[in-house]
């Protein structure tokens, strides 16, 4: 702010400015600087909240099982209803600080809801190991997109996602034998649907959507090739790149032409590794990778004129 | 179609394109097999004791032509390996003290007659290692990955044969095979913990036994008459 105080009077003894444009344009940025009292209150409630759950941490730790199932739940029941109380009077508010401060409360009341129902179906219902997962994934994305709904800030964002790959994967898992190397498939699956529901604006904040969609669209395919032992998911993965390359041009996206770029440099060395390991030795699947991947980043250079425009 | 609708069409669609390649060819069925209890096989000879796959583990036994599985105590079996004396005894290794020992167990009582101190070294005579190897020198020998398992007999200077080999999902596997010990049947533990009993040499086909049963322990099998194992003491 001192720079600007010095250069007004700098650009106003040039005659450049007007004294009256100086004073508008101090007073302009003064109302634009952040409220110090709300970035206070910012910090405290993430110092607050991080020391609470170091607290809870090391009560875990010594005391956890010596408590009733019933104490357990309260605990954290008081604790999440704690989080959703806060969270919610936070949100009103006019602060943008504050508000984020409100994201993260409703982001640990998430993580809260599916500590409870942990609690009360191993502790309380006894239920099966596989039951469990359920009882602790779904009410967690029941509640992660009831949140979401009237406050699509970035961690509700990441909470939805995040539970809503939990309750597919905890479905999946109640089928016998589980499938878990095709788990990576569901992931893709799930991370392409965020892209899509992102670029109709369904999914909100975009760019989070965009972010969280395209780690998916990069683990799955990976974790599947491994687990299933098969090239063929890295293709499918080589494919979705391609695909969030061209619509990065089209819908003039940054963040689909990184998402896209980052996909082939993941898929194209596994697939390389993959067919010519074995005949053409490491040394030589290396260098065949580097040279396709130089040409890729030449080619995402060209790409990204593109996208951003003249 | 405005953009919104187009999305979550096309994301319904890719979720539920991707659950439907899953359900059919990600969910394979695990083999199947007859069952000793519904139909039980007065050939077969002799009791065949098992750790469990329960929390804490039980000591389980069946009848090794078919019947209802016994559980003979839980909680004191520490660890998986498990023997016979030739007394009829079950013999298992207890390692929750700082000395181990040898523990032997009354099958009809279920009670501990017997405690007696273990040299964890070579020799291990409850390794199951030990008891897959007949006394004419053959083998078995647990093979497979991915979606095929097998369980081969070798014998020295000649190719091994197969006498029992399933498909099912990759990560279903044969992990332990062991000898009857008359040499007559071959005692296969499968990664559900299912107890298999098939022939020597692959007739009769594999049977089901019990379920249940841990995984990588042996199962181990006693017929009066034959030499049990010796753990000295």
């Given at each position: 702010m001192r720079d600007l105080d010095d250069n007004l009077e700098r650009w106003r003894a040039g005659g450049l400015i007007s004294r009256e444009q100086v004073d508008a344009i101090t007073e302009f940025e003064a109302a634009a600087r952040p409220d110090r009292s709300s970035l206070i209150a910012e910090v405290l409630g993430y110092l607050g909240g991080a020391l609470a759950i170091v607290a809870l941490w090391v009560f875990m730790a010594e005391y956890w099982n010596d408590l009733e199932s019933w104490a357990q739940l309260a605990l954290i029941g008081v604790l999440t209803l704690a989080f959703l109380a806060a969270g919610a009077w936070a949100r009103t508010s006019s602060s943008e600080a504050v508000r984020r401060l409100a994201s993260f409360l409703w982001f640990l009341s998430v993580a809260g809801v599916a500590g409870w129902f942990a609690v009360l179906s191993t502790g309380s219902l006894d239920a099966s190991s596989k039951a469990v997962a359920l009882w602790i994934t779904v009410p967690a994305f029941v509640v992660a997109l009831v949140l979401w709904l009237p406050f699509r800030k970035l961690l509700q964002v990441v909470a939805l996602v995040g539970a809503a790959h939990a309750v597919v994967l905890s479905a999946l898992a109640?089928?016998?034998?589980?499938?878990f190397d095709w788990f990576g498939m569901i992931i893709w699956g799930i991370g392409t649907a965020c892209v899509l529901l992102a670029w109709g604006d369904v999914l909100e904040p975009t760019g989070t959507s965009y972010g969280l969609g395209i780690v998916a669209i990069l683990l799955g395919p990976s974790m599947a090739g491994t687990g299933l032992d098969q090239a063929w998911p890295l293709w499918l993965g080589l494919l979705t790149a391609a695909a969030l390359l061209v619509a990065s041009i089209s819908l003039r996206e940054m963040v689909l032409l990184v998402g896209g770029a980052g996909a082939v440099f993941v898929f194209l060395p596994q697939l390389i590794f993959t067919y010519f390991r074995d005949t053409l030795g490491v040394p030589v699947a290396l260098f065949l990778s580097g040279v396709l991947l130089i040409a890729v980043a030449l080619l995402v250079a060209r790409l990204k004129r593109e996208v951003t425009g003249p | 179609m405005n953009r919104t609708v187009l999305a979550v069409s096309a994301s319904v669609v890719v979720i539920l394109a991707v659950l439907v390649a899953v359900l059919v060819f990600g969910v394979i069925p695990l083999p199947d097999y007859p069952s000793l209890a519904d139909h039980p096989d007065a050939s077969i000879p002799g009791t065949v004791a098992f750790i469990t796959d329960d929390n804490p583990p039980c000591l389980g036994m069946v009848p090794a032509g078919g019947g209802p599985t016994t559980e003979l105590r839980c909680g004191v079996v520490e660890v998986g390996t498990l023997g016979w004396t030739s007394e009829g005894l079950i013999i298992t290794i207890d390692f929750s003290s700082m000395t181990s020992r040898y523990l032997l167990i009354d099958p009809a009582s279920g009670e501990v007659v017997d405690a007696i101190a273990a040299d964890v070294d070579e020799p291990k005579p409850l390794a199951w290692e030990s008891q897959s190897?007949?006394?004419?020198g053959a083998v078995l020998i647990t093979d497979g990955g991915r979606g095929t398992t097998a369980v081969k007999v070798h014998v020295p200077n000649e190719e091994p044969t197969t006498i029992l080999s399933a498909d099912g999902p990759q990560d279903y596997s044969f992990d332990v095979a062991t000898w009857s010990p008359d040499g007559r049947w071959v005692l296969v533990v499968d990664s559900e913990g299912r107890i298999l009993v098939v022939g020597e040499s692959g007739t009769p086909a594999a049977r089901l036994l019990a379920e249940g049963a841990s995984r990588w322990m042996n199962a181990a099998w006693y017929i009066p008459g034959y030499p049990g194992v010796d753990i000295g003491g």
């Open positions: 109640q089928v016998e034998p589980v499938p | 190897t007949r006394a004419d």
